[in-house]
C-alpha cells in the first residue's frame, strides 16, 4: 500500500475537529477502507503525528494502529498544510516532482511558503513558492 499524504491530511483534520481531543470513536474517511485508514495511522505514528497504539496482529492484512491524539508534530503539520491552495502548490510543486517521498521536503516548503504569505520571509528565500 502506498502513503497518501492527501489522507494522512484528512486524518489529521478529522481528529483535530472532535471535542476533547482525544480520539474516542472510528475514522472514517469517504473513499478510503479501514485498512487504508489503520496503517496511514500506523504510519502517522512512526512519524510523530500521532500518539498510537499498535493493534496489528497476525491476521492483519497490513500493519493496523488506532490514534490516540494529535502529537505537537501533528498539529505543526496540519497548521502548515491547513489552506487548500498551499496544500495543492505543495502536492504539484514538491510531491509529484520528487515521487512522493519527501515528507521532510514538503514540510520544510509548506512552513516556508506560509512564512512568506504572512511576510515573514522574503519570496527569493522561500523556494519559489
Known amino acids: 500500500m502506498k ?7 484528512k486524518i489529521l483534520l478529522a481528529i483535530e475537529a472532535m471535542d476533547n481531543g482525544r ?11 479501514k485498512d ?7 504510519l502517522m505514528g ?3 503525528l500521532l500518539k498510537v497504539v499498535d493493534i496489528s496482529n ?20 496540519l497548521d502548515a498544510s491547513r489552506d487548500e491552495d498551499l496544500w495543492s502548490k505543495a502536492k504539484s ?3 509529484k516532482p520528487a515521487g512522493g517521498f519527501a515528507f521532510d521536503i514538503l514540510l520544510e516548503w509548506l512552513k516556508a511558503a ?3 504569505k504572512i511576510g515573514l520571509l522574503l ?6 513558492v
Open 46 to 48: 512512526q512519524a510523530d
Open 93 to 95: 510543486k514538491v510531491l
Open 58 to 77: 497476525l491476521d492483519s492484512k497490513s500493519p493496523q494502529a488506532e490514534p490516540i491524539h494529535l502529537t505537537w508534530a501533528g498539529h505543526e503539520f
Open 114 to 116: 506560509v512564512k512568506q
Open 36 to 42: 487504508q485508514i489503520g496503517y496511514h495511522v500506523f
Open 3 to 9: 502513503r497518501d499524504l492527501d489522507l494522512v491530511r
Open 23 to 33: 480520539v474516542d470513536c472510528d475514522i472514517e474517511i469517504s473513499g478510503f477502507t
Open 123 to 128: 519570496p527569493s528565500s522561500a523556494g519559489h
